[in-house]
């Protein structure tokens, strides 16, 4: 069982930067891939980025060249750097971590509201 924990939200002005952070529990974080995902009022929730076991990365095309997604092995944590934010950006924020077929799990979320 692996749990994860949110932190960095909150409240920014359109242009504004935040890092989001989460923090996993367990030995084995460098084995997983960890990724964010998002998901605004009324909507689905979304893929924005992933980071791989290996380091590799992949970007949701509405964020690319905005957020930065990264990891550090060394303190069991991720991390999304989130520059030039827009209110479309606004919506709960979550971590995902996978490894293999049988092993997904989801923190608990994290608001991220951005004013026009």
């Known amino acids: 069982q692996v749990q994860l924990v949110e932190s960095g939200g909150g409240l920014v002005q359109a242009g504004g930067s935040l890092r989001l952070s989460c923090a996993a529990s367990?030995?084995?974080?460098?084995?997983?891939?960890m990724g964010w995902f998002r998901q605004a009022p009324g909507k689905q929730r979304e893929f924005v980025a992933v980071?791989?076991?290996?380091?590799?990365?992949n970007i949701a095309g509405s964020v690319k060249g905005r957020f930065t997604i990264s990891r550090d092995n060394a303190k069991n944590t991720m991390y999304l750097q989130m520059n030039s934010l827009k209110p479309e950006d606004t919506a709960v924020y979550y971590c995902?971590?996978?490894?293999?077929?049988?092993?997904?799990?989801w923190g608990q979320g994290t608001q991220i509201t951005v004013s026009s």
């Open positions: 980071i791989g076991s290996g380091s590799s990365t």
């Open positions: 367990g030995r084995t974080f460098s084995l997983y891939a």
């Open positions: 995902n971590a996978k490894l293999g077929y049988n092993r997904n799990y």
